[in-house]
Structure formats: structure tokens, C-alpha cells
């Protein structure tokens, strides 16, 4: 049986993840909790706005009001990484060896591994940026599209078109298709081989989250009463393809999902509270934990798939240990 660790917290857990196996608890008012041999706190930013897990899963990189971007590591020592003056850094990236990839207005800033600072100015405001898993490469999420840079070159950028404002970016894991979340309910998709379009549409509320399984053969979704997983099995994506649904509800909608490290398992977070896995095969689904006192607004397994932090929008947060 599953057993749940209960950790209360006060405001919005933006966002939560582990690191060097330690549970850690990103809340909007800048401070973050870490669980490692009791309860430990450390103010970080005067307001958070945007969080990411480096690559090699040692440290936090985070994104305030304050206009700083800072980097907390396992043991609870931040450092500033970059600072802006009185902007809010509204997306925050991590890339290889290091890079940070972090926006404010309309302007996506990269910190490169050899600690210089790139700059890429756009027409309107950058939403979401987001590093290809090979080379140094980002995306930037904006109005009507998304925008490909390579900061460590000086060719010219790549446009991707597409009518409406886009919220957030993800790259698949292999590097060949780009995933954008828009502002009207629906997901965007680019096969940057050729540039063919994927529309995947029809959710009843906004995409607030994204995860994608392992192997990057599904990614799995938030806004519709149950996980919305779309297929990435062959070359041109869900073309043409409908997604697996997972966990459906009818009287909750999902607010988050995560993906296990090694199988095709999706963690489901709900309005209510309520945490659930499902397998993506044969849709078998396992309950959690029961529905608590606010929207579930953050998932994230251990590295080992054996645990799931978990955060809320009231901050009743924990650490779920599925096998019990």
C-alpha cells in the first residue's frame, strides 16, 4: 500500500523535485523547503515565479520577482547566477554544462557554460523558454510561435509560426518534434525535421503541465478531467493520431502530471487534491492519495521511480512512497 508523508506548508508550492535524492518544495513566496533529515528552509528569491531542475540533478535553478535568477544546490546554499534590476524573470531553463536559459519581457537571456551572457531581443513578451536535449539549442515560446537559437553560434534564428500565444515549450527527448502550450486550450507541435505541423486540441481548460515518458514515446498532459497522453511512437508524431486518456474523472479536472524515470507510469494530480498512477498500456490506475484541500500544482518522481513529491496550491504538500 502506498503510504503518504505529510508536509504543511503555508501559500502556492510553485513547484517541487529532488535533488541528490532529497524532496525539495519551491513556494511562491521564494522560499524552499527540503526534507533532508528533518525539515529545512532557505529564502532563495523575494518572490518565485519560475523553477528548474539542473541537468545533473544537483541544484535548483530559480526565477523571482526580484529580477535575480539563483541556483540553491542539495544542501540548501544558493547563489545568485544573474540579476536584471526590477524585471520578474518569468521562465527559467536549464541546459548542458550548466547553461541557464531565463526571460523577462521580451528579451530570453542565456547564461552559457564559459559564464558569458547571450541575449535575444523579440517583438513581444517571451512565455517559456526551453533547451533541445542535444547541443546549445533553446526555444522561445511567444506570440504566434516559437523562435530556435543556438547562442553559441551566430547563424540566424529559426521561426516557427503559428497563430495564437504560446505559453510554454518542451522539446521531445530525442530532439525531433517541439511542443508548445497556448494560451486557448490546445498543445502545438513542430516535427523540426521538416517543420509538418501536429494540432492537438480539444481540451477543456488551459495545458498547465506537460511530462514526457522516458523514452519520449508519449507525453502526457493536463486540462481535461482525465492525463491526455499523446502518442510519439514514429517519426511524424500524433499526426493524425488520438491520445490515450488516463485516470478520467467526472468531477475533477487534472492540474498535473508527471512521468516515471523508467517506465510508462504517469503520476496524476487533481483540483481536489486526489494523486493517482496510471499505466499507460492498459490503462490499470492505482489511488495515492485522497482528495486534500487544494489543487494538486506540482508532481515530480525520484530519480529511483519509487517516490513522488507532491505540492499543492494551498501548500499541503509530501512525499508519497508507492510501494509503501
Not at 528552509?41 to 544537483?58: E, K, M, P
Not at 498543445?187 to 481540451?203: I, N, P, S, T
Request: glycine fraction near 12%.
Amino acid at each position: 500500500m502506498p503510504t503518504v508523508a505529510p508536509l504543511d506548508l503555508d501559500g502556492h508550492c510553485i513547484a517541487t523535485t529532488w535533488l541528490d535524492g532529497i524532496p525539495v518544495f519551491a513556494m511562491a513566496d521564494g522560499v524552499v523547503h527540503r526534507l533532508d533529515g528533518g525539515h529545512k528552509t532557505t529564502q532563495v528569491n523575494d518572490g518565485l515565479l519560475a523553477v528548474a531542475r539542473s541537468l545533473d540533478g544537483h541544484s535548483l535553478v530559480t526565477g523571482g520577482e526580484d529580477g535575480r535568477v539563483c541556483s540553491m544546490s542539495s544542501d540548501g546554499n544558493a547563489r545568485e547566477l544573474a540579476s536584471i534590476g526590477r524585471k520578474w524573470i518569468t521562465a527559467v531553463a536549464t541546459g548542458p554544462r550548466g547553461a541557464v536559459a531565463y526571460a523577462s519581457g521580451r528579451v530570453a537571456h542565456v547564461l552559457l557554460p564559459d559564464g558569458t551572457t547571450k541575449e535575444f531581443q523579440h517583438p513581444r513578451s517571451v512565455e517559456g523558454v526551453a533547451f533541445a536535449p542535444k547541443g546549445m539549442r533553446i526555444a522561445v515560446a511567444r506570440y504566434n510561435g516559437a523562435t530556435l537559437h543556438f547562442p553559441a553560434a551566430s547563424g540566424k534564428p529559426v521561426e516557427l509560426e503559428w497563430a495564437g500565444a504560446h505559453t510554454a515549450a518542451t522539446f521531445s527527448p530525442d530532439g525531433n518534434f517541439l511542443v508548445t502550450a497556448m494560451q486557448e486550450n490546445a498543445l502545438h507541435g513542430w516535427k523540426l525535421a521538416d517543420g509538418k505541423h501536429m494540432r492537438m486540441a480539444g481540451y477543456p481548460a488551459k495545458v498547465k503541465s506537460l511530462s514526457w515518458s522516458p523514452k519520449g514515446r508519449w507525453l502526457a498532459s493536463s486540462g481535461a478531467p482525465a492525463a491526455i497522453v499523446w502518442p510519439f511512437l514514429t517519426k511524424d508524431g500524433p499526426i493524425g493520431k488520438a491520445p490515450v486518456e488516463l485516470g478520467t474523472r467526472g468531477d475533477a479536472m487534472v492540474t498535473s502530471v508527471a512521468c516515471h524515470t523508467t517506465d510508462d507510469i504517469v503520476a496524476i494530480g487533481y483540483a481536489d487534491g486526489m494523486v493517482m498512477v496510471a499505466r499507460i498500456a492498459d490503462q490499470k490506475e492505482v489511488l495515492l492519495r485522497r482528495p486534500g484541500k487544494s489543487a494538486i500544482s506540482a508532481l515530480a518522481w525520484d530519480d529511483e521511480g519509487r517516490r513522488i513529491a507532491f505540492g499543492t496550491e494551498a501548500g499541503d504538500c509530501g512525499v508519497i512512497d508507492v510501494a509503501g
